[in-house]
């Protein structure tokens, strides 16, 4: 096990984080997801699902029982393999490193618990100056279990299977933060934003380094990729998420993108945002199920051309998770029609590369064997 | 108080109902609302809310006070008070009648009750053929009380105020059938459209009579305009819509335009939706707070002229209610910043005239003061 070495997250990443994270990836140059993510011709079409691990597998809830979500998330038995589940199980090409957007909070020492059935709760909710002052930033040594945790999915996957980091966008972590816990219309959080600018750039100028201490450590322990995940993004119009939020975002990516490993950016109603998080620097963008994926390519790539940035390499999506709900000839139709939609999007020149997943995450009532299913009849296109 | 005459509510309205409906209708040929619908100069731009009406107002908790919320939709003294309380308070230019999306189930006997705090809970969830034959469809008769109580608001509205009458779409009832009441994802919903497009297509049938026979029981109650919600049509995307609600939601406008009385038409996180929505129908698009007004009039216009279609004359719309948990002066930045993109649309040829609202329903936490000083904002302007 290798700690981390990086401790200033808002610098350059030092050499000897860089060479540590060089060192601890294992080298997979015909994996499926990163050929496809470096615009190359794979060896099959890439998939892995969004909460591919976690409630819709009976092993899973087993291996769970009589344990809290968040002390699974720390204890590094349980977070290799429940990381590694879905990924024997569905023959998956990614493994999505088992988490949640709570826990480089919950690490820092913040007292958040997750309520079954509700989501994350805060016992304090932050809400003013002192409290952003109060709140800490999670330092490498608090994220040891995690380090340890991807060392023991690595020592399993496949040469050609990835293993893909993750961290909530400091947006996403905010409002959490500020509400006290999940919410339905984020009104707080955006009346905080709206009232007082000052506070809410502070909070999300404390957070940031957080996300990136989060996400290098995972670097330096060896993921072969990542994504930021902003949940509640799509809850902001256009001119609010480039004045609120665009900016911390697009630090986090330029801070860890001296790694090399391609970046996912994803979040759910984001119709009219998609331009916006493309420009914030990931390599690959994520879509919900709502936008058809030539459609969305089309219009990033025309929106970023325009402004004289660089486009995505990859699209990465987007089947709707309640299709996992029907029966195999309905999920086979949709399975169809999503890769003709990506094709079309390379065929058009606007993506490079297909990843094939869900536009939002797996449905805990969804059954293990068509998720299984669809697995393989995104294989066999 | 006149009962509706037009008991087959698939066929056109009966020249008995459209006379009903005219002779129930005050004149109010100067009313800004109607004005601004009919592409005029109205002497001041319109402004409502949704959930203008309801639990942001002390004197609307005081009301509803050991009441039920259901009950209180069905006690003509209390749907009148509540829907005329708003308009007093904060000089609305319309008042939205008092109502709940599942009113015409409870209405036909549906066994619903509204928790709170949740929302609408079904005792019996529908989701077979047989369901669906054993669902009934609501009678004019079953409505009195509705009737009853939209006299009352018409007896107390100034003749510069009109009176919208309100009904959920068939997706909207659907999903909360279906789920069995509110839901995160609407999974259900969509595995049964997915894997049993007949039985869905049955259920919408057996929906839409119902809802048009509430919409003319109101418009022959006297009526001036009307909403047609439908809340949840955002969780689909383009191609599901077109194929399982399109066709229903255009029945219902098609049904109910020969009464000449403006129709809006609204959903939320319909950014991929929006020209589909304008397509079935509606003189007047609502737009969430997410897609400028200016931005959205132009994609709706683009899209449906593209489709030699009629293009709905105005935008209602889109304040962010959360903007209203903010300081009076972020409010008034946010009110100019609208009314001067409903002018843009305006001025682009893609709407005649702009109605204000908000985005999406007004939050309970909000202060009503907040709500009055922003209604005098627009009408200032």
Redesign the interface.
């Known amino acids: 096990m290798t700690l981390p070495t990086s401790a200033s997250p808002d610098a350059n990443p030092t050499d000897a984080g860089l060479a540590a994270a060089a060192a601890a990836r294992r080298a997979a140059p015909d994996a499926p997801f990163l050929v496809a993510a470096a615009g190359g011709t794979p060896s099959r079409r890439p998939v892995w699902m969004m909460r591919q691990a976690g409630r819709s597998l009976p092993e899973y809830r087993e291996l769970r029982a009589g344990v809290e979500m968040l002390d699974s998330c720390f204890r590094p038995d349980l977070l290799s393999e429940i990381t590694l589940q879905p990924v024997r199980r569905h023959d998956a090409d990614a493994a999505i490193l088992f988490s949640d957007i709570v826990v480089p909070l919950k690490a820092a020492g913040v007292a958040v618990d997750i309520v079954p059935g509700r989501g994350p709760v805060l016992e304090h909710p932050v809400r003013t100056p002192a409290d952003i002052a109060a709140l800490p930033t999670v330092e490498p040594g608090q994220l040891e279990s995690v380090v340890e945790g991807i060392g023991g999915v690595l020592d399993e996957l496949r040469d050609d299977q990835v293993l893909i980091g993750f961290a909530g966008a400091p947006f996403t972590l905010a409002s959490y933060l500020i509400e006290g816990g999940p919410s339905k219309?984020?009104?707080?959080?955006?009346?905080l934003m709206?009232?007082e600018p000052q506070t809410w750039h502070a909070l999300m100028e404390r957070l940031t380094p957080t996300v990136i201490t989060f996400l290098r450590t995972q670097l330096e322990a060896g993921i072969d990729a990542l994504q930021l995940f902003d949940s509640w993004a799509?809850f902001?119009?256009?001119?609010d998420y480039r004045e609120f939020v665009a900016p911390y975002s697009q630090r986090i990516f330029d801070a860890v993108r001296p790694y090399g490993v391609p970046m996912i950016h994803f979040g759910v109603?984001t119709?009219?945002l998609l331009g916006e998080m493309a420009a914030v620097g990931p390599d690959i963008i994520g879509v919900d199920?709502?936008?058809?994926l030539d459609v969305a390519a089309a219009r990033v790539t025309a929106d970023l051309r325009d402004r004289g940035l660089r486009v995505p390499r990859a699209i990465q999506g987007n089947l709707?998770?309640?299709?996992l709900?029907?029966?195999p000839e309905?999920i086979a139709g949709?399975v169809r029609r999503i890769c003709a939609e990506g094709d079309a999007a390379i065929a058009a020149g606007n993506a490079t590369g297909h990843i094939f997943n869900l536009g939002?995450g797996v449905?805990p009532?969804t059954d293990p064997d068509a998720i299984t299913r669809a697995f393989a009849e995104v294989h066999a296109l």
């Open positions: 219309n984020h009104g707080i959080t955006k009346s709206y009232s799509g902001l119009s256009l001119k109603n119709a009219e199920w709502k936008t058809p709707d998770p309640a299709v709900l029907a029966g309905v949709h939002h449905l009532e």
